[in-house]
């Protein structure tokens, strides 16, 4: 089995700060993602890389930049925090064959002040 | 545009009864369609599903009924349980976007004792 560690958990940040979250994973998975949760809204994809050194829009990109540090790792910066903003964050990865069955992470809870 | 459409927002069911959560999608490619479940504080995990190639597929009292003509598909929990009440997503799979998941909107489940 595996892991994925998402860090922070909480996170609190002010309107316009530039914020970074960071996902773990030890699954060796090749496929990594990362997923904002809106209540009533879903999973909505912002970014994912499929390989090591790839790097892909999701739906919801705009705002958002991602980086692929290394296969077991993959962050995600929120360029400009909105006032109010309220979500949480998931990562996830799957196995390049199986990109269908993502394991999750326990998620970052956001909110900006 | 959503791409996969979930209903009912939430439902309430007593222990025993038959749930049904529906899914509806627009995108006739789509080739693989999943079913997450997420309890109360945890992350999501897949829970059962289906490919186009059948229109049934079981495990233990999940069920997913499929229609393709339709372009719906739906997931029924047979003798629901408490512990069953989670939020479920739908998903669905676009084979030629690199298999990236689009997830519907949810459904909260409560079963009542």
């Known amino acids: 089995g595996g892991i994925i560690t998402q860090t922070p958990k909480f996170l609190i940040g002010q309107e316009g700060q530039k914020l970074t979250l960071k996902c773990q994973q030890n699954f060796n998975h090749d496929t990594m993602y990362w997923y904002r949760q809106d209540s009533g809204k879903g999973l909505r994809l912002i970014y994912y890389s499929i390989t090591e050194n790839d790097l892909q829009k999701g739906d919801l990109s705009e705002g958002y930049d991602a980086s692929r540090e290394k296969k077991s790792s993959f962050s995600l910066t929120v360029t400009s925090a909105q006032k109010n903003e309220m979500a949480v964050f998931l990562c996830?990865?799957?196995?390049?064959?199986?990109?269908?069955?993502?394991?999750f992470g326990a998620g970052t809870r956001l909110s900006v002040l | 545009q959503q791409q996969v459409r979930q209903s009912p927002q939430s439902l309430t069911v007593w222990e025993g009864e038959t749930a049904i959560l529906n899914c509806s999608y627009e995108?006739?490619?789509?080739?693989?369609f999943p079913w997450y479940h997420q309890f109360p504080g945890e992350s999501p995990a897949l829970l059962i599903a289906i490919r186009p190639v059948s229109n049934k597929k079981e495990d233990g009292r999940f069920t997913i009924f499929f229609n393709k003509r339709e372009k719906k598909f739906s997931l029924h929990i047979a003798d629901s349980q408490p512990g069953d009440s989670a939020t479920y997503f739908c998903?669905?799979?676009?084979?030629?976007?690199?298999?990236?998941?689009?997830f519907g909107q949810g459904t909260i489940l409560k079963v009542y004792l």
């Open positions: 998903a669905a799979s676009l084979a030629s976007s690199g298999q990236k998941l689009v």
């Open positions: 995108d006739s490619t789509f080739d693989y």
């Open positions: 996830a990865s799957s196995i390049l064959g199986d990109q269908n069955t993502l394991y």
